[in-house]
């Protein structure tokens, strides 16, 4: 009984960090917040900014993420949707930003890790 009482346990502050990482994920996009966002860049990350592609490491797609929230501005941000990725154990997010310069459609995905969040992938598209 004692073991499966600690499973429970166990199980759920993993379900709780992992919905953490997801909330502050979210939170960073709305405020434009590229040093919070970037904590959960993976080593290498694949973004997409209007109709430029490139790989990053994790310092440089900071950098021009952060120039990105510079040039717009994000007024709002809603999480539209998410889900588990098949086969790969990743997830992602898809979800509109409302800026100073307009609206773009926000794609993240993530390879998830022992319940910690690793953007791999970040797309701003208009």
Not at 55 to 72: C, M
Not at 90 to 101: D, K, R
Request: glycine share 8%; hydrophobic share 35%; aromatic share 12%.
């Amino acid at each position: 009984m004692k073991n499966l009482l600690f499973i429970m346990l166990l199980t759920s502050s993993v379900f709780v960090s992992s919905g953490q990482g997801m909330k502050e994920i979210t939170k960073a996009i709305k405020a434009g917040d590229a040093s919070t966002l970037a904590q959960y860049f993976d080593e290498d990350v694949e973004l997409t900014i209007l109709d430029e592609v490139d790989n990053f490491t994790k310092s440089e797609a900071k950098a021009a993420v952060k120039e990105f929230f510079n040039d717009h501005k994000p007024k709002s941000y809603n999480q539209v949707h998410e889900g588990k990725s098949k086969g790969a154990g990743g997830q992602y997010i898809i979800g509109n930003l409302s800026t100073s310069s307009g609206k773009f459609r926000v794609y993240l995905y993530m390879r998830v890790e022992n319940g910690k969040y690793f953007i791999q992938e970040l797309r701003f598209e208009e």
